[in-house]
Every structure is written in structure tokens, then in C-alpha cells.
């Protein structure tokens, strides 16, 4: 029987078809929640055909079913153009354990590959694989299992993450990795690490303490950086779904396989960690440098808001999601939502009511998002993932989630003090109507250029000096303050908009360091530098060339003398509007009436980042000449809240001088309201702000 299934193995997958071609059964919906999984056969050599049974189980998260102890895997499938091409080896699936009723399914040679590194010499194992155990071409299924795959996942006794066969000196980079891991402990929350203690107990103290110390470069030259680096950049790890998949596993059990190769979670994670915040000598990989340094910064993402995948009480916002994710791939672009709706906090993916749902077409899933997030929270902060994109056949305020985007402004503000979407109501025919307050029209406009992500600090220096507004070291600034210290916040997007208090966070940068730095670099003809890791020069520097050169950006002055950074597209003429229930200034772009509409319609062009526009200055008016926000590492929330410093009382606090004025609470009571959150435009007008009813098309 075997040599049989072998021969006909060998002639390829067959076509869709023909009777030897697996048929799936359907699965009963509703209440039973079935699902299936895969038996994997023994076999005696490497080579032996895949043989597999699909049985089919209802599923009881709740454990009240009896399931089988399963493993799921985490794997990549391919790329979308490629897909079909790649279904080129094929697992054979019988009804039963006399193998007298068989089928063929055609599988990708990467879970192939998966399946015969996993199968076991002398007995079966049962697996939860996607791409078999759900019938991809039935979109009611898929839908319907989709929407349960967490607590597959959740529900695994152990999820096992493939990463391809051996190579590249993937033996040599696990081992690196695990033995790095296995030096330290980390607190994800303060993004720290101490030495690990000595194992077992009473064992003698490792005297290698160079490990976990954040200012001894580490140890490892050309060899090790390459292995490393050749692992790193496996397709594994820039996919969509394994950041669902490994986040929602037991922590303890996940593991990572390349190959025969393995390494658990933990010490792979707490690696990472180590190799993302300790200096090393990258200059060994060349013109891998740069985007190996890239690449650590997205596969540290794996873990989860301050804490590793699996704790699922620090899960983030779906906005921030996608702020994190964004140049992850995935087969299908509707997934870029429905890959992230498990990692959403309950409360948030119940409210918003998003399920996924094959039968939509991605722009229309897009559109869902945020007109439901509008409707649910008054959030429009989906709006600055948005770049006009003129050949789209969709309205301007949907994103597209499809594409990596050209840049994005980190979110260091918040340009409504809170204040919601509540009036934000989809109209029809593409129309979204919001209300909003002009800041600013465009005067001039220049896209930053001269700099590319890899440029050196006198290329930086140079783009400085030729960006700066006249008369920039000695003008007043019209939104505060002086000219110089806008210009070092629109420059290094904020990276030292307000100190960090105490010292529970490293803080590389305050608001007198970077002017000085920049007043520096600005006067002196060849300025010199401070070249030592973690210097103010050059995190001043490399924040500079990040957030401008690798973001497709223009330096935009508004008609009244603001300045900030703003997409590429900006032309003189665009508006710059702050836009209730959305954290950050949009630029837009005057469109034609809608047809049945009075109000202006506008373009959205895109997100930017203005002083003296960030923190509710529309609405409420300037901050106080003795008052700037800061940064607060807040112990129970295990990260940085934005507080406002008082320099005549010396405290930092979450009340705002110009609430109290206007008799507003900004406290947030025992069901998460306040009163700044629940004023409407109405309210607003009564303090003075200019708000209009505007309509996105």
C-alpha cells in the first residue's frame, strides 16, 4: 500500500477536479463549534509520504469537551502571486487507520517540510495546521473558523513555531540565542535586564556579568552577527498572523524549530531583548546594517505592549496595532484587520463589533473599521494611517491597510485634549462627516530630501542647516516659546517634546539638551560630535534622520508661521485641521461640493505633527508659558502617560490649568468618562473654539 501512495506522490499535486483530490466535509455551525485536526502518522524514514488524518471534534474552549492534546503551528504559507504555484508536495489523508479510503490534498512545500521535520518515529501526533484543517476555499468557513482561532491557539498544549528547514548556520544562530537568553532575566515593563541566577541553586555565581549590562557592547563579530541575522530575516517573522499565533500561546511551552533545531520562547524573547538594547558592532554585516537593525525592532514587537506574548492583560488598541504591524505581510489584505482582532482587549472587539468576514472586499472592511470605531468609542484616530492616493478607488479618509504606508509620525501629542468623535456619522455615497477646527493653511512647502536611512551624521547636520526657518536661533516661536525648540521638536518628531521624570526610564534627551545640541550644530561651521553610544548627539541625530529621511516627508510653514512635518504630497494651499476624536493635526485638501451636501468637502493628504497644535491648543488655548508636558512612567500601567510639568510649583500633574479655567474635569470617573470627553461641538463653541461641520470624501 505504501509503495502505491508513493508512485502516485510522485506524479505532483493533482488538479481540483479529480477524484482523487480530497473533499472536505462540511462543518456544523452554531452551537456544536466543530473543528478539525490533523493526525500526523509515524513513519519509519524522512522520506516515507506524508499520511495524515483530518478528524473532525466539537470545540469547548471552556474545556467542558473532551479534546485531544494538540500542538498548533505557527508557519508561513507564501506569497500571495505564488500561492498556487507553491502547492507543489502533497500529504495524503485516509478515513481510517486500514488506509483502504484515501485522497490526495496538495499542501506548500513549506508545511510539507514542517510536517516531516515534526512527524515521530513510532507514534502519531495531532496537529492544528490552517491551511488543512480549514477548507480554504469555502469563505463561510473560513470566516467562521477565523473568528475562533485564539482559542485555538489559547487552547493548545503547546504552539510550535516553524521556521524552515536548517541553513544558513541556523544550528550555530539557535545556540547563540539560547545561551544568550539563558544569561538574563528581563522586566519587560521598565525595559530592563539584571543577570540571571545561578542554576541550579547553589551552584557558583556567573561571573559574566558583561551580559546583562546595557553599556558593554556584545560580544560578537562577524560569524555570530551573520548567523543571527540570516535566522532574523526568515519570512517567518515579518508575517501578519504569527504575532496572533505566538502571542495567545502558553508562554512556557512555545517553542521555535528550524530545522531539528529548537529554542523555547523565553530564552529566544529575553535575546531579543539583549540584542535590541545593548550596543554591538553591526558594522560586521555591511550594508546588512541598517536593516538588520530594522529587523530587530520588528520582531521585538513580538512581544506584547511592555510584556511577552501570552499575558494578555497589557493587549493594545487596534490603532496601535496597526501602528506596530504595518509592514507586516499576509496573504490575503483583508487580514491586516482580521489578523489583530484577537489581540484586541474584549471589551474593545465586542463594542466595536468587527468579525471577519471573507465575503467583504478589503476597502469595504476598512471602511467598516473606522466608521465602526467612530460610532463605538469616538475615535477617528485610524484617520492619520491615511496617504492620498489619487489612483484609489476609495474615499480618501479609508487607509489602505494593503501597502506599507511611506512614513508615520509617532503620536507624542494629543491635539483634542481628549475631546471625541461623538457627531462623526458616515452619510452615504463615501461621504464621512466630521466636525473639526481649522489651525492652518500651507504657505510653503519643501519635501526633505538629501538624507536616506543609512546617512551619516554630517549628511544629517547638513539637511539641518539647509531646513531651517530664518532667523531660526534667535526668532520667538508663534506657538511658544522659541523657533529653535520647534524646530528640534518638527526635526526629531518630538523625541525630547518634555522631559521624563525621574529616573525609572533611560532619557537620552530633554528640552534643553537637544536645543543646545541643535543650536550647536546650527552655528558652528563643522560642528563636532560626541560619537559615543547613547550620546545626545547622536540619538538627537538618528532621531532626525529616522523620522525624516524614513518617513517621505515635507517640512510645511503654515500663513501665520507654524511649522511641522507633513506628508510628502503637501502643496502650499492644503489646510491643517485638528479633527475631534482624532490625537493628531490632518492635513486636507480642498475637494469639490458633494451633491446633496452643503458642507465643505475635503481630501485627506495626511497626518502631521505641528507645536503648538499637539495638546488641545485649538480648543482650549495655548499652555502656559510655565507649564509644557512631559513624560511619567506610570508603575501600574507599565509605560510612559503624558502629565503637564508646573515650573512654578515644581510637580508634574494630570490637570490642566485651562480646564480648571473653563470648569472642566479631566479626571476620569468610576464608568471611564469625564467631562472633556463628552463635550460635543456645541460646548466647544461656547469657549471661543472655531468648529465646523466638515465632510471627508
Not at 455551525?29 to 506524508?50: C, I, M, Q, W
Not at 537637544?514 to 545626545?536: F, M, Y
Not at 480648543?619 to 508636558?629: A, R, S, T, V, Y
Not at 507599565?638 to 515650573?647: D, E, R, S, T, V
Amino acid at each position: 500500500m505504501l509503495s502505491k501512495l508513493t508512485k502516485l506522490l510522485n506524479r505532483g499535486p493533482t488538479d481540483k477536479n479529480s477524484p482523487l483530490r480530497y473533499k472536505y466535509k462540511s462543518l456544523s455551525r452554531g452551537s456544536k463549534r466543530e473543528f478539525r485536526l490533523l493526525v500526523l502518522s509515524p513513519a519509519a524514514t524522512h522520506h516515507d509520504p506524508l499520511v495524515t488524518q483530518l478528524v473532525t471534534l466539537q470545540f469547548e474552549p471552556d474545556g467542558r469537551g473532551q479534546l485531544p492534546e494538540y500542538e498548533a503551528l505557527s508557519y508561513t504559507w507564501g506569497d500571495t502571486a505564488t500561492l498556487d504555484a507553491d502547492l507543489s508536495e502533497s500529504i495524503i489523508v485516509v478515513d481510517d487507520d486500514s488506509r483502504r479510503d484515501w485522497a490526495i490534498l496538495p499542501v506548500t512545500r513549506n508545511l510539507a517540510a514542517a510536517l516531516q521535520h515534526l512527524r515521530r518515529p513510532n507514534e502519531s501526533r495531532v496537529i492544528w495546521a490552517d491551511a488543512v484543517c480549514i477548507n480554504q476555499a469555502d469563505k463561510r468557513e473560513k470566516s467562521d473558523q477565523v473568528r475562533r482561532m485564539a482559542d485555538i491557539y489559547r487552547s493548545a498544549a503547546r504552539v510550535v513555531v516553524w521556521l524552515g528547514p536548517g541553513a544558513d548556520n541556523s544550528t550555530y544562530a539557535l545556540a547563540l540565542l539560547d545561551y544568550l537568553g539563558s544569561k538574563i532575566e528581563v522586566d519587560w515593563g521598565r525595559e530592563t535586564m539584571r543577570l540571571s541566577p545561578a542554576e541550579p541553586p547553589g551552584e557558583p555565581i556567573d561571573l559574566e556579568t558583561h551580559w546583562a549590562d546595557i553599556n558593554e557592547t556584545l560580544p560578537y563579530k562577524s560569524k555570530e552577527l551573520h548567523a543571527i541575522c540570516s535566522l532574523l530575516f526568515r519570512p517567518w517573522f515579518e508575517r501578519l498572523w504569527i504575532r496572533q499565533e505566538i502571542a495567545l500561546a502558553k508562554p512556557e511551552a512555545a517553542i521555535f524549530m528550524c530545522g531539528q533545531d529548537s529554542i523555547c520562547w523565553s530564552n529566544f524573547s529575553k535575546s531579543i531583548f539583549c540584542l535590541k538594547i545593548k550596543p554591538k558592532e553591526v558594522h560586521f554585516l555591511g550594508d546588512k546594517a541598517m536593516p538588520f537593525t530594522y529587523r530587530l525592532d520588528l520582531v521585538f514587537n513580538l512581544r506584547r505592549g511592555g510584556k511577552p506574548p501570552g499575558e494578555a492583560d497589557n493587549f493594545e488598541m487596534l490603532s496601535i496595532l496597526l501602528d506596530q504591524t504595518q509592514n507586516c505581510k499576509c496573504t490575503d489584505s483583508r487580514d491586516k484587520i482580521f489578523a489583530l482582532l484577537s489581540l484586541l482587549p474584549k471589551r474593545e472587539r465586542l463594542a466595536a463589533g468587527i468579525e471577519p468576514d471573507y465575503t467583504k472586499t478589503a476597502a469595504q472592511v476598512y471602511q467598516d473599521v473606522v466608521v465602526k470605531y467612530a460610532r463605538a468609542f469616538g475615535s477617528l484616530d485610524f484617520l492619520p494611517h491615511c496617504e492620498l492616493d489619487t489612483t484609489r478607488q476609495a474615499p480618501t479618509w479609508v487607509p489602505d491597510w494593503s501597502k506599507p504606508r511611506k512614513g508615520y509620525l509617532r503620536k507624542e501629542g494629543n491635539a483634542t485634549n481628549n475631546v471625541l468623535a461623538h457627531e462623526a456619522k458616515y452619510v452615504g455615497k463615501g461621504i464621512l462627516r466630521v466636525c473639526a477646527i481649522r489651525a492652518g493653511v500651507v504657505a510653503k512647502s519643501k519635501v526633505i530630501e538629501g538624507m536616506s536611512l543609512s546617512s551619516e551624521p554630517t549628511d544629517v547636520i547638513a539637511a539641518l542647516k539647509r531646513y531651517a526657518p530664518p532667523d531660526v536661533l534667535n526668532a520667538p516661536y508663534v506657538g511658544g516659546g522659541t523657533l529653535l525648540h520647534a524646530y528640534s521638536r518638527v526635526m526629531s518628531m518630538d523625541t525630547a517634546g518634555g522631559d521624563v521624570l525621574e529616573d525609572k526610564m533611560p532619557a537620552n534627551l530633554t528640552r534643553e539638551s537637544c536645543t543646545r545640541t541643535l543650536k550647536r550644530l546650527l552655528q558652528d561651521e563643522e560642528p563636532s560630535i560626541d560619537v559615543a553610544q547613547g550620546s545626545v548627539d547622536i540619538t538627537f541625530l538618528r532621531a532626525v534622520r529616522y523620522w525624516t529621511a524614513g518617513a517621505s516627508r515635507s517640512l510645511v510653514t503654515t500663513k501665520t508661521g507654524h511649522i511641522g512635518l507633513a506628508p510628502a504630497a503637501a502643496m502650499p494651499g492644503d489646510e491643517i485641521w485638528v479633527v475631534l476624536g482624532c490625537t493628531v493635526p490632518l492635513l486636507l485638501r480642498s475637494a469639490p461640493p458633494a451633491k446633496g451636501h452643503p458642507q465643505s468637502s475635503y481630501q485627506v493628504v495626511g497626518e502631521t505633527s505641528v507645536p503648538g497644535m499637539m495638546f488641545g491648543e485649538e480648543l482650549f488655548g495655548p499652555i502656559p508659558d510655565h507649564c509644557w508636558p512631559v513624560k511619567y512612567y506610570e508603575e501600574s500601567w507599565g509605560g510612559l502617560i503624558i502629565l503637564l510639568f508646573n515650573a512654578e510649583t515644581n510637580t508634574a500633574t494630570d490637570k490642566d490649568p485651562r480646564l480648571e479655567k473653563l470648569g472642566l474635569n479631566a479626571q476620569v470617573d468610576a464608568v471611564g468618562k469625564n467631562t472633556v470627553s463628552e463635550l460635543r461641538a456645541a460646548d466647544l463653541r461656547k469657549f471661543g473654539a472655531q468648529v465646523e461641520a466638515i465632510n471627508l470624501v
